[in-house]
C-alpha cells in the first residue's frame, strides 16, 4: 500500500473512490469547512468545492492506494482552515498552536479493518511534518465509551493512540481531542 498526497492529477482516483454519492451522503469531505449545511447543499456543489481544494497548498488530504485502485481517504488539513472544526463547541481549541487536523476517513468497505486507517494516520504525521506543522490532531471516537456512535469517520480513538497520539482534551464523553507532537 502506498499514500499520496491528494492533487488534481489524481482527483479522477478520489471520485472514483468517492462514487456518484460523494462518500459520506454526498458530504465530499466538506463537513468540516461548512458543518451540517453540506447536507442542505447539492452534493455537485460540494464535489466542486474538493476539487477546488486539491489545486490549493496545501493539498485537502491524502490518498492511499492498493497497487492502483484507491482505497482509502484522510482530510488533512491545516486547523485555521477548516471553518467549521474552529466553531464546534465540542472541539474548543486547546492552544493558539497552528496544528494540522486529521478529522476524517473514507475507506471503501471492502479495505475496512485491515489497516487503512492505520497507514493513513501514519502518512499524514510525514506529510504535516515535512509541511512544517507542530502538531497534529484528531477528534476520533473513542469507542470504549457506552453509547458511543458507530459513524466512525472520524477514526476510532484506539488507531491514533497507536500511533502516539495523546489524549490532551474532552469536551464529549466519546469525542477526545487527541495530539501528535512533531516538534524535536
Known amino acids: 500500500m502506498h499514500v499520496q498526497s491528494v492533487t488534481p492529477q489524481l482527483w479522477p482516483d478520489l471520485e472514483a473512490l468517492f462514487g456518484r ?12 469547512c461548512v458543518g ?7 452534493r455537485e456543489e460540494n464535489r466542486k468545492a474538493l476539487r477546488n481544494q486539491t ?22 488539513y491545516p486547523r485555521s482552515d477548516l471553518p467549521w472544526l474552529e466553531r464546534a463547541p465540542w472541539f474548543v481549541r486547546v492552544d493558539d498552536s497552528p496544528v494540522w487536523s486529521i478529522p476524517c476517513f473514507y475507506v471503501h ?7 487503512v486507517m492505520s497507514q493513513l494516520i501514519q502518512a499524514s504525521l510525514n506529510a504535516a511534518r515535512l509541511a512544517g506543522a507542530p502538531a497534529v490532531e484528531a477528534y476520533p471516537i473513542d469507542t470504549t ?6 459513524n466512525t469517520f472520524p477514526g476510532v480513538a484506539s ?3 497507536r500511533a502516539g497520539f495523546k489524549e490532551v482534551a474532552r469536551h464529549a464523553a466519546a ?10
Open 109 to 115: 468497505h471492502r479495505h475496512r479493518r485491515q489497516g
Open 21 to 32: 454519492a460523494g462518500a459520506s451522503n454526498g458530504c465530499w469531505c466538506m463537513y468540516w
Open 55 to 76: 489545486a490549493g497548498d496545501p493539498p485537502p488530504g491524502l490518498l492511499a492506494f492498493d497497487g492502483e485502485k484507491p482505497v482509502g481517504w484522510c482530510r488533512l
Open 145 to 150: 465509551i457506552a453509547g458511543s456512535t458507530r
Open 159 to 161: 488507531a491514533f493512540i
Open 175 to 184: 469525542r477526545p481531542i487527541l495530539r501528535y507532537s512533531l516538534a524535536r
Open 36 to 42: 451540517s449545511s453540506y447536507h442542505h447543499r447539492p
